[in-house]
């Protein structure tokens, strides 16, 4: 399915990171956005809620971010594209009903734009530190996705992607930016209409006595039903069967998480998606992700200036971790050198994937800032030694 | 690579000048360019600035470090920023809001009554548009199509016209001080 030409704004645009999330929402189909505005994310719901009613949708300001992300489930079960933002604290008053997004299979997407924390910590300036967040931070076992992106031009892409992976596998997709790339303005390219392809949620052609809600169809993934079209259905936060009806024991706890898991787990080389670069014979791998894999690059520009081999393993997608390429390269090179804006979180991931094959070397910086090329610079440098 | 400030108070459309650089280097004259802007409690009425970095290919570290360009449009930001500026770097005030305290000999230095012109046609708030103009003649970054054409879209379309006239207006007062001294 192509993107409704109505809803996007073909042209060359100066667009900040934050308009650029807004547009590709609006691109991506996204009929109802939910939010409670917060710094340094309210620039995207303040261009969707004037756009949205031009081209078909609703744009509610809640009163919190819990209301906010329980409307977007709500709203998606109803049929809707559903869209909420946030940064640090609102984050953390969504993961309740984030666990009830995963539990109940609703697509939805979830922008954060993230600042330094913990708590209100830097309202107006940047951090990474959400990112084990956005894997754990809602109780009980699932899997969700998120992208990261370094310039408004992705901004715009991967928000429209966070839909299409959400739609296709019913899981909350995140968009994990930042202040950094939330507020800096470049040039936003938006393509026609009939060249952004959107994924098309699969509702079931079964009439409503054969239909069940969560029993898994292509991909380990049910099919929908729009609620108020006349199926009598029931979705709860409580363990529940094919059927949706609660069941209290280990075999239905068993077979529905599981599938919760796999659906993503077993998917994961449809989802897992990076940019890589002279790893053929690379002895040190710059593994990033965000603004931080941006900032990288005049570091890797004057290591290999010196010659130090410096390959590039660039994430897109963070989370499914692209675990299988990460020990595929350990085997071969010295080490990661890993730059985030936190004091350690992906590369814990990376130790992880890595199985003792190679060293993990984290550059870590505070937030507030992006890091100094010099620092990662001197990281690369470390890692050959 | 280019680093340009734009510096004033809060209000005086400092931001908006920047954005408009930005557009007229990305989009109309081919190059990237990276705008960023101050946040926050400091940015609200006092010391306001934004920042543009302008590089051929693609800008990688989006923030400036030492700025080639210094505008300055407030007494205050002209304080608070000065220092910083390259060694051989070109700055840029509006004559009747800053008085240099100090002269570095290796600068560029290039003033204009940008408000005063802004006020005499009738709207003190196109000075910065009168600063853009006197901007792009002066410094050569952007091309005057550009800065031109990144007018449109980026100001309330009933005073677009009003607009291109300051931007002339700042264009031209730049290009007779750099024939007078050339």
Same mark, same amino acid.
């Given at each position: 399915?192509?993107?409704?030409?109505?809803?996007?704004?073909?042209?060359?645009?100066?667009?900040?990171?934050?308009?650029?999330?807004?547009?590709?929402?609006?691109?991506?189909?996204?009929?109802?956005?939910?939010?409670?505005?917060?710094?340094?994310?309210? *620039?995207?719901?303040?261009?969707?809620?004037?756009?949205?009613?031009?081209?078909?949708?609703?744009?509610?300001?809640?009163?919190?971010?819990?209301?906010?992300?329980?409307?977007?489930?709500?709203?998606?079960?109803?049929?809707?594209?559903?869209?909420?933002?946030?940064?640090?604290?609102?984050?953390?008053?969504?993961?309740?009903?984030?666990?009830?997004?995963?539990?109940? *299979?609703?697509?939805?997407?979830?922008?954060?734009?993230?600042?330094?924390?913990?708590?209100?910590?830097?309202?107006?300036?940047?951090?990474?530190?959400?990112?084990?967040?956005?894997?754990?931070?809602?109780?009980?076992?699932?899997?969700?996705?998120?992208?990261?992106?370094?310039?408004?031009?992705?901004?715009?892409?991967?928000?429209?992607?966070?839909?299409?992976?959400?739609?296709?596998?019913?899981?909350?997709?995140?968009?994990?930016?930042?202040?950094?790339?939330?507020?800096?303005?470049?040039?936003?390219?938006?393509?026609?209409?009939?060249?952004?392809?959107?994924?098309?949620?699969?509702?079931?052609?079964?009439?409503?006595?054969?239909?069940?809600?969560?029993?898994?169809?292509?991909?380990?993934?049910?099919?929908? $039903?729009?609620?108020?079209?006349?199926?009598?259905?029931?979705?709860?936060?409580?363990?529940?069967?094919?059927?949706?009806?609660?069941?209290?024991?280990?075999?239905?706890?068993?077979?529905?998480?599981?599938?919760?898991?796999?659906?993503?787990?077993?998917?994961?080389?449809?989802?897992?998606?990076?940019?890589?670069?002279?790893?053929?014979?690379?002895?040190? #791998?710059?593994?990033?992700?965000?603004?931080?894999?941006?900032?990288?690059?005049?570091?890797?520009?004057?290591?290999?200036?010196?010659?130090?081999? #410096?390959?590039?393993?660039?994430?897109? $997608? #963070?989370?499914?971790?692209? *675990?299988?390429? #990460?020990? *595929?390269?350990?085997?071969?090179?010295?080490?990661?050198?890993?730059?985030?804006?936190?004091?350690?979180?992906?590369?814990?991931?990376?130790?992880?994937?890595?199985?003792?094959?190679?060293?993990?070397?984290?550059?870590?910086?505070?937030?507030?800032?992006?890091?100094?090329?010099?620092?990662?610079?001197?990281?690369?440098?470390?890692?050959?030694? | 690579?280019?680093?340009?400030?734009?510096?004033?108070?809060?209000?005086?459309?400092?931001?908006?000048?920047?954005?408009?650089?930005?557009?007229?280097?990305?989009?109309?004259?081919?190059?990237?360019?990276?705008?960023?802007?101050?946040?926050?409690?400091?940015?609200?009425?006092?010391?306001?600035?934004?920042?543009?970095?302008?590089?051929?290919?693609?800008?990688?570290?989006?923030?400036?470090?030492?700025?080639?360009?210094?505008?300055?449009?407030?007494?205050?930001?002209?304080?608070?920023?000065?220092?910083?500026?390259?060694?051989?770097?070109?700055?840029?005030?509006?004559?009747?809001?800053?008085?240099?305290?100090?002269?570095?000999?290796?600068?560029?230095?290039?003033?204009?009554?940008?408000?005063?012109?802004?006020?005499?046609?009738?709207?003190?708030?196109?000075?910065?548009?009168?600063?853009?103009?006197?901007?792009?003649?002066?410094?050569?970054?952007?091309?005057?199509?550009?800065?031109?054409?990144?007018?449109?879209?980026?100001?309330?379309?009933?005073?677009?016209?009003?607009?291109?006239?300051?931007?002339?207006?700042?264009?031209?007062?730049?290009?007779?001080?750099?024939?007078?001294?050339?």
């Amino acid at each position: 399915m192509k993107a409704d030409p109505k809803r996007v704004l073909t042209g060359e645009h100066y667009l900040d990171g934050d308009h650029a999330c807004a547009e590709g929402a609006l691109a991506a189909g996204c009929t109802f956005i939910a939010g409670y505005p917060i710094t340094p994310s309210t *620039e995207v719901v303040e261009r969707i809620s004037e756009r949205i009613p031009t081209v078909g949708g609703i744009f509610i300001q809640m009163e919190d971010e819990l209301a906010s992300m329980a409307a977007v489930v709500g709203a998606s079960w109803s049929g809707a594209k559903a869209l909420t933002v946030t940064s640090g604290p609102g984050f953390s008053l969504m993961m309740e009903n984030i666990g009830l997004a995963c539990m109940l *299979e609703a697509p939805c997407v979830i922008i954060n734009v993230q600042r330094g924390g913990p708590s209100t910590g830097l309202p107006t300036l940047t951090g990474q530190a959400d990112m084990m967040q956005v894997r754990w931070g809602s109780h009980g076992d699932y899997e969700i996705i998120a992208l990261s992106p370094n310039s408004p031009q992705e901004c715009f892409f991967f928000t429209i992607k966070a839909f299409n992976l959400s739609e296709k596998y019913r899981v909350p997709a995140f968009v994990m930016t930042d202040e950094c790339v939330g507020h800096m303005t470049e040039k936003v390219i938006i393509p026609e209409a009939d060249k952004i392809e959107l994924f098309q949620r699969r509702y079931t052609k079964l009439p409503p006595e054969e239909y069940l809600p969560f029993k898994p169809g292509p991909n380990l993934v049910p099919e929908m $039903v729009k609620a108020g079209d006349g199926y009598r259905i029931h979705a709860t936060g409580l363990t529940h069967d094919e059927k949706g009806y609660p069941v209290m024991n280990w075999e239905a706890q068993e077979k529905l998480v599981r599938r919760l898991v796999e659906k993503i787990r077993k998917n994961a080389d449809d989802i897992v998606e990076y940019e890589e670069e002279e790893t053929d014979d690379a002895e040190i #791998v710059l593994l990033s992700y965000g603004i931080s894999s941006r900032v990288a690059i005049p570091a890797i520009q004057k290591a290999r200036a010196e010659g130090i081999k #410096v390959g590039v393993l660039r994430l897109i $997608v #963070v989370w499914p971790f692209p *675990e299988k390429r #990460v020990y *595929e390269l350990s085997k071969k090179i010295k080490a990661f050198v890993v730059p985030e804006i936190n004091y350690g979180q992906i590369v814990l991931e990376v130790e992880r994937s890595v199985h003792g094959e190679c060293d993990a070397i984290l550059v870590p910086h505070g937030g507030g800032w992006v890091h100094n090329p010099e620092d990662i610079y001197r990281g690369i440098k470390e890692a050959v030694k | 690579m280019t680093e340009i400030r734009i510096s004033g108070f809060g209000g005086q459309g400092i931001i908006r000048c920047g954005y408009i650089i930005g557009k007229a280097a990305s989009i109309y004259d081919g190059k990237s360019a990276t705008l960023t802007q101050s946040f926050g409690p400091e940015a609200r009425g006092s010391a306001c600035s934004a920042q543009v970095v302008i590089e051929k290919d693609r800008v990688l570290y989006p923030y400036i470090t030492v700025p080639n360009i210094l505008v300055a449009m407030s007494q205050e930001a002209y304080t608070k920023f000065e220092s910083n500026l390259e060694k051989n770097g070109i700055l840029l005030i509006d004559q009747d809001l800053v008085k240099p305290e100090k002269r570095r000999d290796q600068i560029k230095f290039y003033s204009i009554p940008a408000t005063r012109i802004a006020e005499e046609m009738g709207n003190k708030i196109i000075a910065n548009i009168v600063m853009l103009g006197f901007f792009t003649a002066v410094t050569k970054v952007i091309t005057k199509e550009a800065g031109r054409k990144a007018i449109f879209g980026s100001v309330p379309e009933r005073y677009i016209e009003l607009n291109l006239k300051a931007f002339d207006q700042g264009y031209e007062f730049g290009k007779k001080l750099l024939s007078e001294s050339s």
